[in-house]
């Protein structure tokens, strides 16, 4: 009776699974820039730890002034894997710090079951980049040999403006096909877009004086605040929201 065949990628999943909590440990959100850190220390720093791991595993790698990276593995015509290693601010409501890349298999508020890493970054973008470097990592000890050039390129701010990808194009070649890591696999074809709209709406005697929600324009808004003037307020004081997660303070 034949014994089924290890696959390749079961021999590093420890490694990639830890290798995604180390990375999450970085906080590389938007930042002041610095020199070689034109988007903060923190995204700086995950991308030369990202690119010091490749050439532990063997790769060429490139930096190109903390704007992006590369990682490339065989020869030929060019093929890109574009992902990224900045993440959005983390926010509030998480259960674990979302800079320390927790590993447990705590039920989710959303109630999924079973280990997972707890950690802004984990789905977008780092857990998918690290997964692609040992795919290509496994693909490499095997002895596979690619027919085309495999651009590994890590932007630092995608989540930010593309600053990462413009910078790139000025000093490197961008491949005319691949795909990205940055959505749900197996493959995507199409990803919603964003629309920035600035809306005003006249109120005639308004009940508050501000109001401010979200951090971001690509977050989902955690919440909403609004300053109430003094007869708004007083009309309130007896008053119990019934909307769950909303309160009056």
Known sequence: ????????MDLFFNDTVNAVSKFIRYESTLGPAEENAPFGKGTADCLNAFLGLAEEMGFETHN?????????FGSGEEFAILAHLDVVPAGSGW??????????DD???????????????????KGPAVCCLYALYALKQSGFIPKRKIKFILGCNEESGWACIDHYKKVAHMPEEGFTPDAN?????AEKGILHVTAFFPIENPPF???KGGERVNMVCDGVVATLKKRTANALVNYTTTVAGTSFY
């Open 209 to 211: 004086t501000a109001i």
């Open 1 to 8: 009776m034949a014994h089924p065949t290890t696959h390749p």
């Open 95 to 104: 259960k674990y710090p979302p800079f320390s890349g927790v590993i447990n």
């Open 185 to 189: 696999f197996p493959a995507i074809y």
């Open 64 to 72: 190109y002034g903390g704007y992006a990276g590369e990682v490339i």
């Open 107 to 125: 039920l989710s508020s959303g109630g999924v079951s079973g280990e997972k890493i707890w950690g802004r970054g984990a789905m977008d973008d």
